[in-house]
T-cell receptor, first 114, second 115 residues
């Protein structure tokens, strides 16, 4: 069965510092991996995805994520955090071997302090 | 290009009353999803449509929840009767699975409060 874990409920970082939001996953086949961001009273917004190819994926708003197959991880990163990055971040995984169900993590709240 | 549209944005009802949510997906997206999001949690799939066909409704509580997607475009999710535990945000999303990668685009959600 598919699963995704976001081990940190909250990440705190100072503006200008690098940030990392962690995600690990479990699928039976090869994964499709996604990151979404949610601002208050808004739906989820797509940030980036890994399908195949280069392990480092670049996305919207300066975010990137690194796929690590041996560690089954897909951590979200940004070199320099902005206060406006403060939001709820969700990692999601889909098994691409036949099923189309996407499983979302519980979310990590990012707080960037000025 | 317009995004996924949902209405209403907020709904407050008393328990045992019926309620309905409406979703208009992105034009050309053949796949439509309804998710339930409880406070502090990630979205959980209720039902997925491919065009008019409900291809995954395994997590939909069919004793009180129903959904339809007539003509393969707009969709309506209904709860009858509502219970206190149904208070949550109901998200609609759409994607174009023909593209193969299932990037889902979400609407703003409907926040339901059952009193």
């Amino acid at each position: 069965a598919q699963s995704v874990a976001q081990p940190e409920d909250q990440v705190n970082v100072a503006e200008g510092n690098p940030l990392t939001v962690k995600c690990t996953y479990s699928v039976s086949g090869n994964p499709y991996l996604f990151w979404y961001v949610q601002y208050p009273n808004r739906g989820l917004q797509f940030l980036l995805k890994y399908i195949t190819g280069d392990n480092l994926v670049k996305g919207s708003y300066g975010f990137e994520a690194e796929f690590n197959k041996s560690q089954t991880s897909f951590h979200l990163k940004k070199p320099s955090a902005l206060v406006s990055d403060s939001a709820l971040y969700f990692c999601a995984v889909r098994d691409n071997t036949g099923g189309f169900k996407t499983i979302f993590g519980a979310g990590t709240r990012l707080f960037v302090k000025a | 290009e317009a995004g996924v549209v949902q209405s209403p944005r907020y709904k407050i009802i008393e328990k045992k009353q019926p309620v309905a949510f409406w979703c208009n997906p992105i034009s050309g997206h053949n796949t439509l999803y309804w998710y339930l999001q409880n406070l502090g949690q990630g979205p959980e799939l209720l039902i997925r449509y491919e065009n008019e066909e409900a291809v995954d409704d395994s997590q939909l509580p069919k004793d009180r929840f129903s959904a339809e997607r007539l003509k393969g475009v707009d969709s309506t999710l209904k709860i009858q009767p509502a219970e206190l535990g149904d208070s949550a945000v109901y998200l609609c999303a759409s994607s174009n699975l023909a593209g193969g990668t299932d990037t889902q685009y979400f609407g703003p959600g409907t926040r339901l409060t059952v009193l």
